[in-house]
Structures are given as C-alpha cells and as structure tokens.
C-alpha cells in the first residue's frame, strides 16, 4: 500500500497513464530517429555541414508553415484524438521508406528531406491536437505534476534513446535503425485509441478565427516574453544542433556509439529536473523558476566549443555540459508548460499554441540554415560559439516582463471572451 502511495496520482488514473505511456514510447523513438538521421546522412550519403543544414531545415520547416493553419483547423474539430491517431501511423509509414530504399540501393538526400519534411508536418498536427487533448485529461491543480511527468518522460526518452540509437546505427546500419522508432508510433497511435476523453466542443469560424491565435499572443504580454526568450534559444540552439553531430564526429573523433552515450548520460539530469522542477517552483516562483532555468539551459553550452584535448577529457566536458543544460531544460519546460495551459483559454487554444509554435519553433529552420551555412563558411568550432553565446542572451527577454515576479500560475481568461474579437 505504501508503494502504491509513492506512485504519482495521475498515473494511478487509467486515463492519463495510457496517455503518458504511448507519449513515453513515442519520445524513445524520436530520439533513435535523432541521431540515426543526421548519421544516415552523414555515414551513408557523405553529406557535408551545408546539406546537413538542408536536412534539419525540412525537418523542422512545418513548424514556420504549418503551426498556424493546423491550429485553426484543429480549434474547429470534435475528435482531435482521431487526427493524432492518424498522425502516428503517418508518421511510422514515412519513416519505413528510408530502410526500405536503402535495402533498395535507392536511398538518396532528396528523399531524407522529403521524409524529414513529411514527418515534421505530422508532428505539428500532432502537438496542435496534443495541447486540447492533455488539457481534457488533467485537472488545473495537476498542471504541474503532468508537465513533470511528460517530461520526466522526455528526459528517460533523452537517456535511452541516444545510446539505443547509437548502438543500432552500428548493428544494423542508420537506415535499419530507424524501424525502431517507426514502431514507436505505432504504439503510440495504439494507446490513444484505448482513450476516451471529453474533448471540448469545437470552436465556431468567426470573424478573425485564422489569427486570432497570433493576436492573443501579442496581447499578452508575459507570452509575448516567454515567445522571445523561447525563440531566440531556438534560433541559437538549432545552429548548435544543426552542427554538433558533425562536429563532434569529424573534429572530436567521437564514435557514433560513445556520442549516443554523451547524449544519453545528459538525460540523467533531464530527470532529475523533471523530478526537483515541481518543488523549485514551490520554492522560488514560477517566474523566477524560468529565468534560472534559461540560464542554466544555456550557459553550460558554453563548454562544447570549449571542449579540446585529450579524448578523455573531451568526452568528460561534454557529460558535464550536457548533464548541467539537461537539469535546467526541464524546469524551464515544466514551468513553461504549465503557465500556458494555465493561462490560455480552452477556446482558442489550438490556435494560440500553434501561433506560439509557429513564432517560436519556426525559428529552428532558420537557425538550422544559417548553422549549415556559417559552419561551411567559417568553420564548425567558431559557429558553435556564436550559437552556445546568442543563446544566453535570450533570458534577456524575460527580465523585463512580469514573468520574473510572478509567483503563481495565472488564472485562465474567461472562457467567455468572444472569438475572433480584438
């Protein structure tokens, strides 16, 4: 009996442990994908800094095209778990290709991009649909303890995925690894059909209805904070992603095994943020827990241009910055996460998260693009350090807001104010 105490209450709830199960399973696979990707292309097909930019930008260009108009479309559905059903099984369909042509001898980049654009499209209708459906599943005072969860998940995702990635990259060759997270959908896709939620009702069209998302953004001006600190970390960060695979194997002389295990030894500080995020919110406030978590997100990064020498002592610097910036992602996620299912109205909320994610993640195509150009044109090392550096700056965008000194999550706008009305 006392076991069962110490579990979570919401994963005692059938419901919402469904829910996180197939999300757990699901974010496993994204990460094999992560690295298994950029490998393909890399290990197979030779590509070099400016291709890779390529492919992380069709990767994450539905972000900046589609975020918006999924938004407005979900808002207007009954049965938005039906579309992530379909979502997932897109999404496992599109990844199969990739081992199915190279078995074919026919793998090429054109057809990574076109696999990584399709993929990325999938995923913004899915997270547009994921943010009504775990709003319809979690009570208001469990706000904080499903985003700790979820990303609890996300962290163990960090932690096993990478090395599982890695390991299956040199057993069975990069394409092949990728079947493991098409599974993974499929799982995924399976969890959520055993679900019943009461979704809430479709949003009437209205005048407006398109950007009515957008201009709840603006209007708020503690979003509009989170949205610049959010998107300039983005910028920043996917430069640094974008690079970080080739640098790391071509000027650190990092096996794709050991980098699988650089990265997933990091996810054990995801974890432990997952784990301490509820009681720092406690502690210190919900605003300053987001300033502390930017900053320590971002300045460990500092070490990863920094990192020379001896292979030991490369390998160490890496662990200790990936596992400092993993402790702090997660407060800034959960802390972030919480607010805006705190704040933002059942009415227009696919809307507004798909207005935010499109200001916010469509930055990554661009920051992804300009890493590729600027690590060809001016070296790998030099365009980590600008990126590790702008990225710092982002919590810049939050001091002045009233983020910093709040305290609590705020109450929710009246569900009652019109949509579409300025």
Known sequence: MALVERIPALLRERTFRRYWTGQTVSLVGDQISLIALPLAAVLILGA???EMGWLKTAELLPALLLNMPLGAWVDRQARRRRAMIAADLGRAALMLTLPVAYALDALTLGQLY??????GALTVLFEACNATLLVALVPTDRYIQANALVNGSRSMSWLAGPGIGGVLVQVLTAPFALVADALTYVVSAGYLARIKAVEPPPAPVAKGHFTEGLRWVLRNSSMRALFASSGTVQFFNYMFHTLFVLYATAELGISAGLLGLILGAGAVGGLIGAACSGAVVRRIGIGASLVVGFLGFTLPLLLIPLADGPLPLVVAVLFVAEFLSCVAVMIVDIAAGSFQMAVIPNAVRSRVMGA???????FRPLGALTGGMLGAAIGLRPT????????VLAVLWLLPSPLPRMRELPVKEEESTPVGAS
């Open 48 to 50: 070099d800094a400016a």
């Open 114 to 119: 076109a696999v990584a654009f399709g993929i």
């Open 356 to 362: 935010y994610r499109m200001l916010n993640h469509g």
């Open 384 to 391: 980590l350090w600008i990126a590790t550096g702008g990225a």
